[in-house]
T-cell receptor, first 114, second 115 residues
Framework: EPEVTQTPSHQVTQMGQEVILRCVPI?????FYWYRQILGQKVEFLVS????????KSEIFDDQFSVERPDGSNFTLKIRSTKLEDSAMYFC????????????FGPGTRLTVL | QKEVEQNSGPLSVPEGAIASLNCTYS??????FFWYRQYSGKSPELIMS????GDKEDGRFTAQLNKASQYVSLLIRDSQPSDSATYLC???????????????FGKGTKLSVKP
């Protein structure tokens, strides 16, 4: 069964450094999402992406964040200058866009900012 | 402010019992409702979706939706120790600009099934 994949599984970085989190959505899915979950807290929406542009973003998704779909398969989240409070699990999700609006989540990247 | 509320638990049930998980949501235009299961340190895994008022059954799981009361629940019959996890209620509000809309999650209810 097709799955969303994410790399790396764990990223450790110093405060102020840039990180890029990578996702490969399920093939033929049209809608892509990033969510994050700070330890012990709820899953929070960051951004959705459709037709090569951002369709919606939350208040969390400020100028430090950006997303890209550099080729036909990868979907990336970049954090330009990481802060301690960016430490969280980051989940990528994708949705087919037709027939169902179910979102399928990848395994996540644990980001630790020191 | 669109919110999804769940009792954080923990909810403890004996093996073989029925576990009942509840969720309320604030936005009346919510259209799609999902239950995800999340094991510690793992990603949300879809259990069920429900769109219409009433019950929807899938194996040992039954989702119930009451839009008038803004309430959605999940029943797990014949609970097993492997069902021990955090259950996340998620609500989607469709947008009108071409997006399918993002999910709004509750904090989750931690379920513990005792052998």
């Amino acid at each position: 069964e097709p799955e969303v994949t994410q790399t790396p599984s764990h990223q450790v970085t110093q405060m102020g450094q840039e990180v890029i989190l990578r996702c490969v959505p399920i093939s033929n899915h049209l809608y892509f999402y990033w969510y994050r979950q700070i330890l012990g807290q709820k899953v929070e929406f960051l951004v959705s992406f459709y037709n090569n542009e951002i369709s919606e973003k939350s208040e969390i998704f400020d100028d430090q964040f950006s997303v890209e779909r550099p080729d036909g398969s990868n979907f990336t989240l970049k954090i330009r200058s990481t802060k301690l409070e960016d430490s969280a699990m980051y989940f990528c999700a994708s949705s087919p866009g037709t027939g169902t609006d179910t979102q399928y989540f990848g395994p996540g990247t644990r980001l630790t900012v020191l | 402010q669109k919110e999804v509320e769940q009792n954080s638990g923990p909810l403890s049930v004996p093996e073989g019992a029925i576990a009942s998980l509840n969720c309320t949501y604030s936005d009346r235009v919510s259209q799609s409702f999902f239950w995800y299961r999340q094991y510690s340190g793992k990603s949300p895994e879809l259990i069920m979706s429900i769109y219409s008022n009433g019950d929807k059954e899938d194996g040992r799981f039954t989702a119930q939706l009451n839009k008038a009361s803004q309430y959605v629940s999940l029943l797990i019959r014949d609970s097993q120790p492997s069902d021990s996890a955090t259950y996340l209620c998620a609500v989607k509000i469709w947008n009108y600009g071409g997006s399918q809309g993002n999910l709004i999650f509750g904090k989750g209810t931690k379920l513990s099934v005792k052998p």
